[in-house]
């Protein structure tokens, strides 16, 4: 039995192992097998369990399964709260997950309320400079941007800006900036300077992702939204064949 358990979360850590590379086809079974073998062990109350269903849900999400992504999320996030309380610091990222889920669904007053609760969480438990906002607030301001509250975009752009130039630079830093300063123009209007900095997070994230990890294909599919509401089919067309 012990070894069924620790067998579970080597399966769960090399599903996010896998998925992190964007190499969704090892992941998913890596990552259902984890939760089956954790199942036979320890109680469905576990914390275990809820990041099982958190892992399996970015699985599935990164699969385009949206809605089943999403019920995974919702799964971990009743665990979590059943165990730990409504106000757990474990539940930000599920908040977050969720959100991402919401975007995707065209829910975007859902979105908000999902991400305010991961914002809500993390600056009570970590802190208002805490690293952790930063992909929160990027997000966050992206739902804003598509709602044209561009000044809450910007605000909201600006606060994970902010939080990304504190500490030690480092490769992750630099692309989130990239991120950051792409959206940043966008809210001025400025698709050009949009499109370097959207191509020059790219040319930081090949170095090291393989070409068919999905956040190379987000900014592939911003850029190719540039081109067009600019018009620009031709090159609106050979963004999304990259994607």
Partial sequence: IEGTYINGLLQLSLGHFYLMRGNLRQASPSMQQGVKNLRKEVSED???????YKLEG?????????FDSQQSYIKGLMLVKRVYGPESYHLWELYYLIGTTYIKQGKLRDAIEAL???IQRV????????????????????????????????????????????GEEDRAKTEMKYEYSARL???KDDSEKAIENFESALEA?????????PELAEIYLRIAKIYQEKGQYDKTLEQLQKA
């Avoid at 994230?205 to 990890?213: A, I």
Wanted: aromatic share 10%; net charge positive; with cysteine.
């Fill in 205 to 213: 994230k090949r170095r090291y992702q393989r070409l068919e990890h």
């Fill in 123 to 166: 600056s009570r438990f970590y802190g208002h400079q805490d690293q952790r906002l930063v992909k929160v607030c990027l997000v966050l301001g992206d739902v804003y941007l598509e709602q044209r509250k561009v000044h809450l975009a910007a605000k909201t752009y600006k606060m994970g800006l902010a939080i990304l130039q504190q």
């Fill in 58 to 66: 970015m699985v599935l999400e990164a699969l385009g399964r949206v």
């Fill in 116 to 118: 305010r609760n991961s």
């Fill in 185 to 187: 123009a966008l809210c």
């Fill in 46 to 52: 576990s914390y275990y369990i809820a990041q099982g």
